[in-house]
Every structure is written in C-alpha cells, then in structure tokens.
C-alpha cells in the first residue's frame, strides 16, 4: 500500500481508475434524477460550463462586492432548481463544478502522499507566455467545439458523438501542430508527462541535462511575482466559487444586503447528493491522473508522433524532448490509458442508455451537434492543449500538484472565455446556421433501431478491447520491454529497465 501511495503509476492503471471515476460521476448525475422518479440522462464528465459557471461567479462578485457594472446583463432570469430566481446575464448562471475542484483536490492528494509539491519545477519566461497563451486558445477553443478535451475524447468516443469525432480529429492536427511549434521554439523539454524530484534529482547527479532541464537545486519559486499573482487568482477563484456553491448563487448580493442564505441552498444549485458525488469522483479522477500524469492530448500525439520518434529518435532527442517523453510516446502509454477509460466508461453506457433505456446525454441541443465550430473549435483545444503542457482536466489536477505554468494558464482560461461571453448572441447564432449534422451519435446513421444500435455499440466496446491489447502489444515492442512491464511500471520505472538494458 506505502508503494501504491507513494510511487507513481503506469497510464494503464490510471486509465481504469479514471473510468472508475466516470462511473461514479455518472451516478452523481442520474440517482438524484432517479429519486425525483425522473429518467436520467447518461453523460461522461463534463467540465467546461461548470468552468463557465466558476468565472461568472467571480465576475458576480466583483460586481457585487465593488459596485462595478456587470457587462453580461441582458435582462435574462433564470429559475434554479432550488427555487431561487437570479439573473442569468446571457451564457451561464453563477455556480461551482464540484469535480474540477475534486480534481485540484486529487492532485493536491498525490503531492502530499508523494511529498512531492511540484512548486520546485522551473519553467522560462518564454513557456510561462507561451502557456498563459495556450490557455486563451484552448478556453476558447471549448466553447466552438462544444465542450473540452476530456469531453470529446473521453467522453464523446463512449458516447459515440458524431461531433466529439470530428473535433478528435482537428485535435489531433492541432496538437501535432503545436507539437511541432514548440520544437521550433526551443521549448521541447518542457514535454514531460510529470515532473518528479527524485528522477529529476537523481538525473541531475549523473549529468543528464536533457532529463531534468527544468529542475534547479538553487531555484526560490516563492521570489517569482508570478507566482503569487497565481497563487492569488487560484485562492480567489475557487473561494468565491465554493462559497458560492455553498450557499447561493446570490450569496455576495445578499451578504451585501445583510442577508444571510441558508447553507442548504447550494451545492450548485442541482442538490447536495449530486455535489458529494461529484465531488468525489473529481477526487478520484484527479488522483489518478496525478498518479501517472494521464491526459488526453498527449494520447493523440502518441498515436501521431510515436512512430516519427522511433523512425527518427534523434531528430527529437537533439531538439530536446525527454528521452522519458519519446519512451512514453513510442510505447503509445497515453493512448493505452485513455482506451481503457473507452473500455469501462462504454461498458456503463451500455448498461444504463442501452439495456435501461436511460436518455442519450449527447443529444438534445446544438451542443451536440456537428457545426461548424467544431473543427475550428477542435484544432485550437488540440494546439491550446500543447501549448499548455497539459489539456483541461490535467490543467486541474496540475493546479493541486503546484505547477506555475499551469497556474499562469489557468489565468489565460479566464482570457479565452470572455469573447464567447461578450459576444454571447453572437456565437450562439453561428453555431445554430451552421449544422451540419443534425444525428448526435454516429449509430443513428445506420438505423433508428434502438436494439440494432446496441448492438453496434457492443461490437465497438470488443473492438476497443482487442484494440487496448494490440497497444500492450505494440508498445512493448517498441520500446522493448515486455507486456507486464508496459502494464504495470510507471513511465519513469519503465524508462530505468530501458535504461539498464541498453548499458
């Protein structure tokens, strides 16, 4: 238990405990529903309006609290599910998500079991910008295409969304794109996975730069103004946020006023079983991907880049990437834990939408829909991604783990996501001429049978479990190790028996 704990765990394991998480989201969502005799819908995890509903809270604070002209006021009401009315402002309602802050939870977790805070990790000047910018196009980017990484590929692949499809796709050029800006850019060696004290130490000891550039013995992050600018904006955000979620959405109007909001209001307006179970499946994905390092983005890049870098390692070596990074990508790590997430996720999907007849969660509205923002939206979550070390859903995990660049992104999230809510209508509009595809998931192309369409979504989850064991298969092969090593050593343990076999 101590090693399980303390060390860090290979992309296979922490792909089957992020599926574990999307269950237990799942749940969170449907049982409140089922208990108000209610047919649920079955929807992965979702995060970006719940990040939307994060920064509107601050902007209803600062109006509230400094009298200052709140510029997303359109005269719109809405009635929470809780009774109370506020004003809506146009693109989302004041609120907190409890699994982005079960995630930060999560990776504050793995710092404190692994003793590990990752505020020793040093990052240039140079990949601050380059990050905070990443952080504007990828928040951006979330709002053409319907939602985020997380919910086209981890989401969207088991719901089998026509248009998390094609966004998957422009992801995958983008992040390739940026991938490939970044090496121009000098910054290849920013690419790790995770950054750990004792491998980068115990590089540092023997000499190996390459492996640990961004680690420095003399380096004081705490005399660094951006980092308390960040650590300021996290505080700030996710405290106005929680209180918030607490209490009420109007809870800083009504502090004001002299009122105080009974505690039992909150819970982001959909009830408290919903915001602890949420919560605690934030927790655990968020463990899990601070375990391993797990992410979406970098699975689409190994797909790509994997075989470029066992074509031509030294290319990438001489550009600077990690050798632990080309390991990670030639042995297709990300990608095995991302389809074991498919696996476990599709399995549930199967079970609640197929054999209990529980709504389709990707569908209903031209979220879901294929237009054209998604391949726009698409490309700039992929470049956005890169950009960032990191896609959303690791962004938050990252922020517990204590990672500046992630810290300074995050401020870009706040930048990216104020054009689509200024310009509200606007964008609205477009995405509502510009269907494409008015089928939610890619079965209804086939058939309207419903029997018929679980069918194929039987047949597409033994497909994704013949296609998790040829990227065992394969990733062993490549990096030459074995399958049981592919399977259950973390990346850094993985890399010392490569390590130990080539000298």
Not at 18 to 32: D, E, H, K, R, S
Not at 134 to 152: E, K, M, Q, W
Not at 186 to 193: D, P, V
Request: glycine share 12%; hydrophobic share 50%; with cysteine.
């Amino acid at each position: 238990m101590k090693k399980l704990l303390t060390k860090q765990w290979s992309f296979l394991w922490a792909g089957i405990i992020f599926g574990v998480a999307q269950i237990i989201y799942l749940l969170g969502t449907m049982l409140p529903k089922m208990l108000d005799g209610k047919v649920p819908k079955v929807k992965p995890m979702t995060v970006t309006t719940d990040l939307g509903k994060m920064f509107r809270a601050i902007e209803v604070w600062i109006s509230n609290t400094f009298g200052i002209s709140d510029f997303q006021i359109y005269g719109n009401s809405t009635v929470m599910d809780n009774g109370t009315t506020i004003n809506s402002g146009g693109a989302f309602v004041p609120g907190i998500g409890w699994i982005i802050l079960g995630m930060l939870i999560g990776g504050w977790l793995v710092a404190r079991v692994e003793g590990d805070s990752r505020i020793w990790v040093k990052y240039s000047k140079k990949m601050l910008i380059v990050s905070f910018i990443g952080g504007i196009v990828f928040s951006y980017g979330t709002r053409l295409a319907g939602g985020c990484t997380l919910n086209h590929l981890l989401g969207g692949v088991p719901m089998m969304s026509i248009h998390s499809l094609v966004a998957i796709v422009f992801m995958s050029i983008g992040g390739l794109s940026a991938f490939l800006l970044m090496n121009k850019l000098k910054l290849s060696h920013n690419f790790k996975h995770q950054n750990t004290k004792l491998y980068s130490v115990k590089a540092f000891e023997k000499g190996d730069k390459a492996e640990c550039t961004n680690y420095d013995p003399n380096y004081k992050p705490t005399k660094r103004i951006i980092f308390w600018v960040g650590l300021i904006f996290l505080v700030l955000f996710f405290g106005v946020a929680i209180f918030g979620g607490l209490f009420s959405p109007d809870f800083f109007s009504h502090l004001k006023a002299g009122k105080i909001v009974p505690f039992n209001k909150g819970f982001a307006h959909k009830g408290l079983l919903y915001g602890l179970i949420t919560l605690f499946s934030g927790i655990v994905a968020g463990f899990a991907m601070a375990k391993s390092g797990f992410g979406t983005e970098c699975a689409l890049v190994s797909a790509e880049a994997g075989s470029m870098i066992k074509n031509n390692e030294k290319k990438f070596a001489d550009a600077g990437l990690p050798k632990i990074t080309r390991t990670l990508f030639k042995g297709l790590l990300p990608l095995q834990g991302v389809t074991a997430a498919w696996i476990i996720t599709l399995a549930g999907v199967i079970f609640f939408w197929g054999f209990l007849g529980f709504k389709h969660g990707f569908s209903g509205g031209v979220k879901y829909q294929l237009t054209a923002g998604v391949p726009i939206g698409g490309f700039l979550l992929g470049a956005g991604a890169v950009l960032l070390v990191g896609c959303e859903i690791r962004s938050y995990m990252r922020l517990g783990l204590g990672y500046l660049n992630t810290w300074v992104g995050f401020m870009g999230f706040a930048i990216g996501y104020l054009p689509f809510v200024i310009f509200y209508k606007e964008h609205k509009a477009f995405l509502k001429d510009s269907v494409w595809v008015e089928k939610f998931y890619w079965p209804q192309l086939f058939t309207d049978s419903h029997f018929i369409q679980v069918i194929i979504a039987i047949l597409f989850l033994i497909a994704l479990i013949f296609f998790l064991y040829y990227l065992i298969k394969k990733g062993a092969k490549d990096t030459g190790t074995t399958k049981k090593a592919i399977i259950n050593l973390n990346t850094e343990d993985l890399q010392y028996m490569i390590d130990k076999k080539t000298t």
